[in-house]
């Protein structure tokens, strides 16, 4: 059997990323369980996919001097060249002559004596010449965006929603590391006695402000550890455990989650009402729907059925006001969640957002019917732009005077989020610099009447 290279694992991941549109975290997932590779050479993988990616933009610039010149560049060519610049630039423990012998092997094997020449002549320049600074671009908006590779049209219109400062400070943020935290499953094990086991591995962490049921890993590796293989523990970020939380949810109620997989909510859900009531959770896809019944299997979650449905139809399967609490945790352009999914900077548009934005509303209206006068309905998205959120919202008040946003919402959220800035009367926008969390986006409506 050939040898196994790196490298030409991360290069696979990266032209297919870049050029298909494969979800980096599930092509690295995959690759990683093909290869059966051991932590360091997995940690390894992914550091060169995701910094690669994270960078792709700051990097084009950067070279751009030394492949003018060549008109036409296959694919894989170019993702080896940023990978093999991204590895010079950033990452200090690879040598420089490392990087450079193996993409000039890689170039031979995939291409021709030409490619691999041409490889060798544009690294040998970045070693030896360095590379074209973007702090000297004039304009502020092309200079931020170039140098924390987003595209000019999100952060021009970042600039224009939330103001210069929120939006450098979430470009900046977007490029460092998405910090794990984890949720315990509080009807099997508590926060102290999941912090207590886990030290005993070499593991430490801290208790999220932010829930009463996170945990921020802070040394050792999780990923494989029994707490979370067994159900005791579930990935989750901050701010999504913030949902249930201000779900104001206690045993016995019935909830409908309307787009649930893969099911982290909706069994934040079911933990918070004790596994005692009944959550009704829906997505569009049948196979994600059976993610959600996984997890709540490997949770020991009883109250929750899952089930695919478009939910823009629910009302040819429930009666209206069948429910207490509707979560509508929505499809959305994913623009809070760039750290983890580093591919979105690249294949989202702004059509995307007035296309998605069509589907919310849809939604919203859909589950209004389905919620008892008195029940509350959360609406949430792990993005970060306004249309999506509190215009979302707002449009929905003004088609639905049944309405308005729960007066008690704002005073229930965690202390320290009572004087965020992304406060507004339609609901709170989390910048990832803040909290170190997703940017996310969440409000709680009551029905009236
Ligand atoms: C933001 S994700 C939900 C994440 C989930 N709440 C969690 O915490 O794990 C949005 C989900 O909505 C689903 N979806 C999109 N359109 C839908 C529709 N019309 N009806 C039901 N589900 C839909 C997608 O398949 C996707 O799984």
């Given amino acids: 059997m050939a040898k196994y290279v790196l490298r030409e694992s991360a290069l696979h991941l990266l032209t297919r990323i870049g050029e298909q549109g494969g979800y980096s975290h599930v092509l690295l997932d995959q690759e990683m369980n093909k290869r059966s590779l ?16 994270q ?34 630039l950033y990452l200090e423990r690879v040598p420089d002559h490392a990087v450079i012998h193996e993409a000039v092997e890689i170039s031979k094997t995939r291409g021709h004596k030409g490619i691999a020449s041409f490889m060798n002549g544009v690294l040998r320049n970045v070693q030896r010449k360095g590379v074209q600074d973007p702090s000297t671009i004039d304009n502020k908006v092309e200079r931020l965006a170039i140098e924390t590779s987003h595209p000019t049209w999100l952060v021009s219109r970042w600039v224009e929603q939330y103001g210069w400062e929120l939006t450098a400070g979430m470009c900046t943020q977007n490029l460092k590391r998405l910090p794990m935290s984890v949720r315990i499953q509080p009807l099997r094990i508590s926060r102290a006695e999941a912090m207590a ?37 579930t990935v989750q970020d901050q701010s999504s455990m913030l949902v249930a939380e201000m779900m104001d949810l206690k045993p016995g109620l019935t909830v409908l989650d309307a787009c649930s997989a893969p099911g982290g909510k909706t069994t ?6 004790e596994d005692q009531g009944s959550v009704i959770a829906y997505d569009l896809h049948d196979k994600k729907a059976k993610l959600v019944d996984d997890k709540a299997m490997l949770l020991q979650l009883q109250s929750i059925e899952a089930k695919q449905a478009d939910s823009r139809r629910l009302h040819e399967l429930h009666k209206n006001e069948s429910f207490n609490r509707i979560l509508l945790d929505a499809p959305c352009s994913g623009l809070g969640v760039m750290r983890g999914k580093p591919d979105i900077k690249y294949h989202k548009n702004e059509s995307d957002i007035i296309a998605l934005r069509n589907i919310q509303d849809e939604l919203l209206d859909s589950v209004a019917p389905l919620l008892q006068v008195g029940g509350k309905l959360v609406y949430s998205t792990c993005t970060v732009d306004r249309h999506e959120n509190e215009q979302a919202v707002e449009h929905f008040l003004q088609q639905h ?9 704002a005073g229930s959220l965690p202390e320290e989020l009572q004087d965020s800035v992304g406060h507004t009367e339609f ?17 709680r409506m009551v029905k009236k009447h």
């Avoid at 005077?401 to 919402?409: K, M, N, R, S, T």
């Avoid at 609901?427 to 940017?439: A, K, S």
């Fill in 38 to 53: 051991s932590n360091k050479d997995g940690a390894l993988l992914t550091e060169i996919v995701y910094g690669t990616l």
């Fill in 55 to 88: 960078n792709k933009r700051k990097i084009e610039f950067q070279i751009q001097l030394y492949i003018a010149k060549q008109k036409k560049i296959k694919p894989w060519v170019k993702w080896l060249l940023y990978m093999s610049v991204y590895q010079m």
């Fill in 197 to 233: 086991e886990l030290k005993e591995r070499g593991i430490t962490g801290k208790e999220s402000v932010l829930s009463s049921q996170g945990l921020l890993i802070e040394e050792g590796r999780i990923i494989d550890d029994r707490l979370l293989t067994e159900g005791y523990l």
């Fill in 268 to 273: 934040h859900i079911a933990e918070k009402m």
């Fill in 401 to 409: 005077p049944e309405f308005e946003i729960d007066p008690a919402f």
């Fill in 427 to 443: 609901g709170l926008q989390l910048f990832p610099q803040q909290w170190d969390t997703d940017g996310f986006f969440l409000t």
